[in-house]
């Protein structure tokens, strides 16, 4: 193989790319500087050679494992972008092209920015180890999430693309059931081995380490004997206990997802103490042991309370689920709480990883549960696995085993029986929810959104008023109100109510869109298009193509009307006769093909498209004022029928 610097054969060729000269490299491959012929643009090159592996097997599981990453690494910004795969069996190779690590040489001497780079200047500043190890869980629950690990986690495979660290030998990369990919570095590997998730967990507290200490990873877990002399030394010190918890020898002592490191690590970034966490836990224990526990609890639970802004509407702790009998679980839930209910959008986020991990310490922790639910059925999170009908289902399996008759267990069984097309038993379970506690103002928020969606906005509205005496401060209560009068045609009081909703909280996405329907529905598509750019704006990770999109809708409606909006977006349908259906069939029906909007009606209802999810496009059938000229075609009809809507609407007069 040529060595550095060296010009590379025919076989290394990468299709559309140049490749400069060779920067890096390990036992399965080299690594180039490549430059696109297209555009000058740089990139890394990847180039795995057949050769380098005993047999077949490993080497076709390591292109597997490129193959699965790739789906995933542009739908997280933690993660190493990949542009391109390819494969040359004729050659013996495949590769993959993918972003660039920071620049630390000359201009005509590239050389990437690693983490051991930065390390080799010595230790890094205890607040600067933070910033990085936050970043690393990220990436690391996010290829957790999706089912893989990385397996060599180590400063040189940390490298700094734009200043955010990133995981590099995304090579190394399978799917966390392949035990037989035996990988890793010593000094990093995990007593029982690479492969599973608190293996890379392991290798990732080495690397903090490492990072917090400037000391080799093989004097683990020595501390420098000048430690008390450090200005940060204090949390430094810190940062050990997450160390130690994240390199315990034994799994069972080590942090049980990504998520759960997080939540400490993040803890430290804001100045708070882990150690003395820890103290107080230790002496709640043994205040357990004395039977002061009780009182103890009953005290900073009844404080906790008191603190807790927005308790409006909100059952109390006991309709919620008892406590749990771990400490650290009631710790997590009970900050989870604090952030929701005090509706602080940056932080929601921690409150879902806080749930998940307070569920994961006692999976018998009720309000741990009920916390999820109020999380997916009631906030707007984006890169959160949220809303969906399997996390719906999960909750719901777990309130019904520990809490079959509380009113959350109600709630989630009717929205799971709502995503099922079943909406008598939907309506019933919600009739159930407000019943049992009256005062859960989720209960009534949702039963509302159910009456809605079936035909009864006038009973929808005095579900919402309910909700709103029970919690004035609640934005979705807002919301709810200008979705009822959105579907009785009072556009103008809709969009009030959606812009009070906007200015209590501009980070959901759900009022904007309210907002631009009604504009729409009113004709107004120059406003309903600054909104639409706005919600899109939320979600994107390319304003600039987001806006270069908005400004050729404009372009069409101010040629074409109303009408060159709806051809652009036709034009740009996505081509699968089996993908958007609902949508394509909107399409038509506002281009004033009336026969081609029912059957693409059709054929979203035949395919089930949304099912899913809690709420499929399917659901605003009753609602939407698209269908308003076609509610009497029988083919319409019959979809009604087929989806169960005629058993639980009003009889049309």
Same mark, same amino acid.
């Given at each position: ?17 140049e ?6 490299g ?24 057949r /050769?380098?592996f005993?047999?077949e ?16 690494s ?12 390819g ?10 092209v ?12 590239y ?5 051991r780079a ?10 600067q ?28 495979n ?10 590099? #030998?995304?090579?190394l990369?399978?799917?966390? !059931? ?7 570095t010593?000094?990093?590997l995990a007593p ?8 890379d ?11 917090a200490t400037?000391?080799?990873r ?13 200005? #940060?030394?204090?949390?430094?010190l ?9 390199c315990?020898?034994?799994?069972a002592?080590?942090y049980?997802s ?26 709640? !224990?043994?205040?357990?042991? $004395?039977?002061l526990?009780i009182?103890i ?8 309370i008191?603190?807790w ?17 771990n ?12 952030i ?7 932080e929601l986020?921690?409150?879902?990883s ?7 310490l #006692?999976?018998n922790f009720?309000?741990? &549960?009920?916390?999820?639910?109020? +999380? ?5 999170v ?5 809303g969906?009908k399997?996390?719906f ?8 085993? +520990?809490?079959?008759?509380m009113?959350?267990?109600? +709630? ?6 709502w995503?099922?097309?079943d ?27 159910? +009456? ?5 906005p ?7 008023? $309910? ?16 979705n ?5 045609? /009072? ?8 812009k ?7 980070? /959901?996405?759900?009022p ?5 329907g ?6 107004? &598509?120059?406003?309903a298009?600054?909104y639409?750019?706005k919600?899109e ?24 009307g109303?009408?060159g909006?709806?051809?652009?977006q ?15 069939a ?9 026969n081609d909007a029912?059957?693409w009606?059709?054929?979203?209802y035949?395919?089930?498209?949304g099912?899913?999810?809690?709420e ?14 076609v ?9 009604? #029928?087929g ?11």
């Amino acid at each position: 193989m040529p060595g550095s610097g060296s010009t590379p054969t025919v076989g290394q060729i990468v299709p559309d790319y140049e490749l400069l000269r060779r920067i890096g490299g390990g036992a399965y491959g080299e690594v180039w500087l490549a430059r696109s012929k297209a555009t000058g643009v740089l990139r890394a090159a990847k180039i795995v050679w057949r /050769h380098t592996f005993d047999d077949e097997r490993p080497f076709q599981r390591e292109f597997e494992g490129i193959q699965r990453f790739e789906r995933i690494s542009r739908e997280h910004p933690s993660q190493l972008s990949l542009f391109h795969i390819g494969r040359n069996d004729a050659e013996g190779y495949f590769y993959y092209v993918m972003e660039l690590a920071d620049n630390v040489g000359t201009t005509a001497d590239y050389a990437p920015r690693t983490l051991r780079a930065d390390l080799g200047k010595g230790r890094l500043p205890s607040q600067q180890v933070l910033e990085i190890s936050v970043a690393l869980t990220e990436a690391l629950g996010h290829l957790h999430q999706n089912g893989l690990v990385h397996r060599d986690v180590k400063p040189s495979n940390v490298i700094f693309v734009n200043g955010r660290p990133k995981l590099a #030998d995304i090579g190394l990369v399978t799917d966390a !059931s392949d035990t037989r990919s035996i990988v890793g570095t010593e000094g990093y590997l995990a007593p029982e081995g690479p492969g599973t998730p608190q293996a890379d967990i392991f290798a990732l507290g080495k690397v903090l380490y490492e990072a917090a200490t400037g000391q080799d990873r093989r004097n683990f877990p020595d501390l420098p004997p000048q430690l008390k002399e450090w200005p #940060d030394a204090p949390t430094v010190l810190e940062i050990n206990e997450v160390i130690l918890k994240s390199c315990a020898p034994a799994i069972a002592n080590r942090y049980t997802s990504c998520a759960e490191l997080r939540i400490d690590l993040e803890f430290l970034a804001k100045g708070k103490s882990i150690r003395q966490r820890q103290s107080h836990l230790q002496f709640w !224990s043994q205040a357990g042991k $004395i039977g002061l526990t009780i009182s103890i609890l009953g005290l900073l639970t009844g404080l906790i309370i008191i603190a807790w802004p927005r308790q409006e509407g909100r059952s109390s702790p006991s309709q919620e689920g008892t406590d749990s009998t771990n400490l650290e679980a009631n710790a997590l839930c009970d900050k989870a709480m604090y952030i929701m209910r005090g509706d602080n959008y940056a932080e929601l986020g921690t409150a879902y990883s806080n749930f998940v991990a307070a569920a994961a310490l #006692d999976t018998n922790f009720v309000r741990a &549960y009920v916390g999820l639910l109020e +999380l997916d059925a009631r906030e707007d999170v984006p890169n959160l696995p949220t809303g969906t009908k399997e996390q719906f289902r999960s909750i719901a399996r777990n309130l019904e085993r +520990l809490a079959p008759h509380m009113a959350a267990t109600y +709630l989630v069984e009717a929205i799971v029986n709502w995503s099922d097309w079943d909406y008598p038993e939907a309506m019933n379970l919600a009739l159930k929810a407000s019943t049992t506690d009256p005062k859960y103002e989720l209960g009534h928020t949702w039963r509302a959104w159910l +009456l809605l969606c079936t035909g009864w906005p006038e009973e929808a509205r005095k579900e919402v008023e $309910i909700s709103r005496r029970l919690a004035p401060s609640q934005t979705i209560v807002y919301r709810s109100l200008g979705n009822i009068e959105f579907v009785e045609r /009072h556009y103008a009081k809709a969009i009030e109510w959606y812009k009070t909703t906007i200015k209590m909280e501009p980070h /959901h996405t759900a009022p904007y869109s309210g907002t631009g329907g009604s504009y729409m529905a009113m004709g107004d &598509y120059t406003n309903a298009l600054e909104y639409f750019e706005k919600l899109e704006m939320l979600r994107s990770t390319n304003p600039v193509a987001t806006h270069g999109a908005y400004n050729i809708f404009r372009h069409r409606v101010s040629l074409e009307g109303p009408s060159g909006y709806w051809r652009q977006q036709w034009d740009w349908r996505n081509p699968d006769p089996n993908k958007d259906c609902y949508w394509k069939a909107t399409m038509q029906i506002h281009l004033g093909n009336t026969n081609d909007a029912i059957q693409w009606l059709q054929k979203s209802y035949e395919l089930q498209e949304g099912r899913n999810l809690y709420e499929s496009p399917l659901s605003g059938l009753l609602y939407d004022p698209d269908w308003d000229g076609v509610r009497d075609n029988p083919s319409f009809v019959k979809i009604l #029928d087929g989806m169960g809507y005629t058993k639980v609407m009003p009889r049309r007069k």
